[in-house]
Nanobody, 120 residues
Framework: VQLQASGGGLVQAGGYLRLSCAVS????????IGWFRQAPGKEREGVSC???????THYYLPESRFTLSRSDATKTVYLHLKNLQPEDTAVYYC???????????????WGRGTQVTVSS
């Protein structure tokens, strides 16, 4: 089982990034894919999760600037980060879970993170 996050970078406030989580070695029935982030000095927090059915998505942050999408053909889950703000600066990780959860302790398999830096 492998998960690989990519797509991070440096953007100005108000900008957009699309993060990708490429998945191999699993089926959508085995794991659901969640996105988490960890800012410097802070605990890792849940951002969003997509269930077995792609319409079944969960968002764990108060703001609604982030959305999820999935490509079954390429086995990739995308996290769309819109209107990015400096407080969104963090390392973003995708993880495989048995069921969606905002608690990073519930992640069974982590992918490598990707850095998102938002300048003001």
């Amino acid at each position: 089982v492998q998960l690989q996050a990519s797509g991070g970078g440096l953007v100005q406030a108000g900008g957009y990034l699309r993060l990708s989580c490429a998945v191999s070695g699993i089926t959508w029935d085995d794991y659901v894919i969640g996105w988490f982030r960890q800012a410097p000095g802070k605990e890792r927090e849940g951002v969003s999760c997509m269930g077995v059915d792609s319409w079944n998505t969960h968002y764990y942050l108060p703001e609604s600037r982030f959305t999820l999408s999935r490509s079954d053909a390429t086995k990739t889950v995308y996290l769309h980060l819109k209107n990015l703000q400096p407080e969104d600066t963090a390392v973003y990780y995708c993880g495989g879970l048995i069921r969606c959860s905002s608690d990073y302790h519930d992640v069974s398999k982590w992918g490598r993170g990707t850095q998102v830096t938002v300048s003001s």
